[in-house]
């Protein structure tokens, strides 16, 4: 089986990690990917080990034109391929940017396309899509929740529940150690700024009597909800790290103790469930769209996003080792026993062979 995995410039940016445990998971299972991603997006770094060198496709212009930037990737994959008599199976879009694109691809290569709706509000993306009834297009929800949006959208609708995974290692990250400070990182987009300022309100006021706890934050989460002249005015300049590029320093962060991801934005991350699997302890905003986030697997969920609340889920583990160490164990279980890599790619490829089918069925026809 050949598969194309076609990502926006947003997605590409914020889920590497994903797009490459997706390409390498492929290829355990025998099937071959190829990455195609947009050009002049700060994306140079991909072209590296097993993923290989992506095709680069024009993700700007005018929709008039999609058609003929859809035909310059189709181009350049003939030129690529050893066997360009090779049939292209599977379009898999990653990004609502790229669903146009992937479309028009999916037409041109006589192939399947599966949609990945990372986030809810996508299913807007669908209604707008205009697929017609020769297109076998399959949408891949990571959570159930996600597909009865996309069959409002969309009343028939194929509709394949393909849950994200994380990669769980035999050891967690020791949380709490004597002999090391205590991090917290606040990470998320910062499009809910308020949300985002509660949780960091509520954090300094936690650790405000504390000389042995960090704070790290992503750029983008800073920027967008005015943090740093927060943290200027509680002279916290010397405990709050601001770190760029997080998606490529993801390593570093899950060597942390404390994750905080304050938004309730309806939207798959796999950075959750990384920090999960690793046995960070993780406090997070009430998102019920998305399964994880949920008291039973043990995260710690900000109910009403105050700094109050934050400033008491956020002290009740820096102030008790042994509560911070429960609920690690029992988010590392539950990613061991619910969301692990090889269960993705186990109902990807299943997801895969079932849109192979359509096309075998429809040459019978």
């Excluded at 399947?112 to 205009?130: D, I, S, T």
């Excluded at 309730?264 to 699997?277: I, K, N, P, S, Y």
């Amino acid at each position: 089986m050949r598969v194309l995995i076609l990502a926006d410039a947003q997605f590409a940016k914020h889920e590497r990690a994903l797009i490459e445990r997706v390409v390498v998971g492929l290829a355990v299972e025998g099937i071959e990917a190829q990455l195609v991603l947009p050009k002049d997006r700060d994306l140079w770094g991909f072209g590296v080990g097993v993923l290989g060198d992506p095709i680069w496709y024009a993700d700007r212009g005018l929709m008039i034109t999609q058609k003929i930037r859809a035909m310059q990737i189709a181009r350049s994959l003939s030129e690529q391929s050893d066997d360009s008599s090779r049939p292209v199976d599977v379009i898999h879009v990653m990004g609502g940017g790229a669903w146009g694109m992937g479309k028009e691809l999916a037409r041109i290569l006589d192939a399947g396309l599966a949609l990945e709706v990372w986030r809810a509000g996508l299913a807007e993306n669908a209604r707008g899509l205009n697929l017609d009834a020769d297109d076998r297009a399959m949408f891949l929800v990571p959570e159930r929740s996600f597909e009865t949006n996309i069959r409002r959208a969309i009343k028939d609708a194929m509709v394949r529940c393909v849950p994200w995974g994380a990669y769980v290692s035999d050891k967690p990250v020791p949380v709490f150690r004597d002999d090391k400070l205590i991090s917290v990182v606040l990470m998320g987009s910062g499009r809910q700024s308020e949300f985002c300022q509660a949780a960091y309100e509520g954090i300094a006021d936690a650790i405000a009597q504390r000389s042995d706890v960090m704070i790290f934050a992503n750029l983008e989460l800073v920027e967008r909800a005015g943090l740093w002249k927060r943290v200027k005015a509680q002279r916290l300049q010397d405990r709050f790290t601001v770190i760029d590029r997080s998606e490529d320093r993801r390593d570093l962060l899950l060597r942390c103790d404390v994750l905080a991801y304050p938004e309730t934005l309806h939207e798959e991350r796999t950075l959750l469930l990384d920090a999960m699997g690793a046995g960070l302890v993780v406090i997070a905003g009430d998102d019920n769209m998305i399964q994880p986030l949920t008291e039973e697997s043990g995260v710690l969920v900000v109910s009403r996003p105050t700094p109050e609340q934050w400033a008491d889920r956020v002290r009740s583990v820096v102030t008790s080792r042994d509560t911070a160490q429960k609920h690690a164990s029992m988010v590392r279980e539950y990613i061991r026993a619910n969301r692990r890599s090889a269960l993705h790619i186990e109902s990807l490829c299943d997801a895969y062979s079932d849109l192979a089918a359509k096309r075998e069925e429809s040459g019978e026809a």
